[in-house]
């Protein structure tokens, strides 16, 4: 039996063949494992960002220090994580494309999270350590060695002094984006990431309730790298607060990744042709 170039579409192997009923029955085989079994098996894992500082754990300290993170995902699969934070100066209605970013001091807080105090923050007191939009826009940037999904946050609020009044509000910009740099690698984002109506997906948090866990519906984005920001859009308006937060949690699920018992079953619709044009030969 003669076979052609073996294709791929979508998932599936076409194979053209001579002899199509030896063929077609081995493919019906296949064509029932995929469906009888789940497309896709996708694990689930935690960052738990808010246990005990053991290092540089004062609310300052030198900016572009980093962190890392290790998670176990549900699959038994370890994901890190490298932790970063930034801030923004300027940039009008458009603080990610037109500002200035800076590195910024990450801060780890036991029971709270982690906080980001830039040079504008006084050394991090009246609450400024947490990641805020009162004058800078701070945000977190988080690295990962695999592409993952966001699916919740935990943004714990403490108060805030801002002009004299203190606030209390944990309204947030979400990013998720791609990058080539290594993980444990140096990142300015937004030398990477220039672009935030093309280069990164961006899910905004604005809410009355100040409740710290904040479900996220990202679409199926993936990335590997999320950035988790005071509201970029917070512009003093009437009516409207600064915000401030300590990223305390990220639950995110792993990319999608063929189910071991559906790779096995298709397996045997393979082995099937196989054999099929052994007894031709």
Request: proline residues 2%; charged residues 15%.
């Amino acid at each position: 039996m003669c076979f052609g170039a073996g294709r791929s579409y979508r998932g599936f192997i076409v194979i053209r063949s001579n002899s199509s009923r030896a063929v077609l029955g081995a493919l019906a085989l296949s064509a029932a494992a995929l469906a009888s079994s789940p497309a896709f098996a996708v694990a689930i894992g935690s960052f738990d960002l808010d246990a005990s500082c053991s290092v540089s754990c004062g609310s300052d300290g030198t900016n572009g220090n980093a962190r890392v993170f290790t998670a176990t995902a549900s699959d038994g699969s370890l994901v890190r994580a490298r932790a970063t934070a930034w801030s923004i100066t300027g940039g009008g209605s458009n603080p990610w494309d037109d500002g200035t970013h800076n590195q910024a001091f990450l801060g780890q807080y036991a029971g709270g999270g982690l906080g980001a105090t830039s040079d504008a923050d006084g050394g991090g007191g009246n609450g400024a350590h947490q990641a805020d939009n009162a004058g800078t826009k701070d945000y977190i940037v988080l690295q990962f060695d695999q592409l993952v999904s966001p699916s919740s946050v935990v943004l714990n609020t403490y108060d805030h002094k801002v002009g004299g009044a203190w606030y209390k509000d944990n309204d947030a910009t979400i990013l998720i984006g791609t990058v080539t740099t290594g993980w444990d690698q140096f990142l300015n984002a937004s030398d990477v990431l220039d672009n935030l109506s093309t280069d990164l997906h961006e899910i905004r948090i604005n809410r009355d309730s100040t409740s710290s866990y904040v479900g996220i519906d990202a679409t199926g984005h993936y990335g590997n790298v999320i950035i988790i920001a005071a509201d970029l859009y917070y512009a003093g308006l009437k009516g409207d607060s600064p915000d401030a937060f300590k990223l305390a949690e990220l639950n995110f699920y792993t990319n999608e990744v063929p189910e071991p018992a559906m790779l096995g079953l298709f397996g045997l619709g393979l082995l099937g042709i196989g054999a099929a044009r052994r007894r031709k030969v």
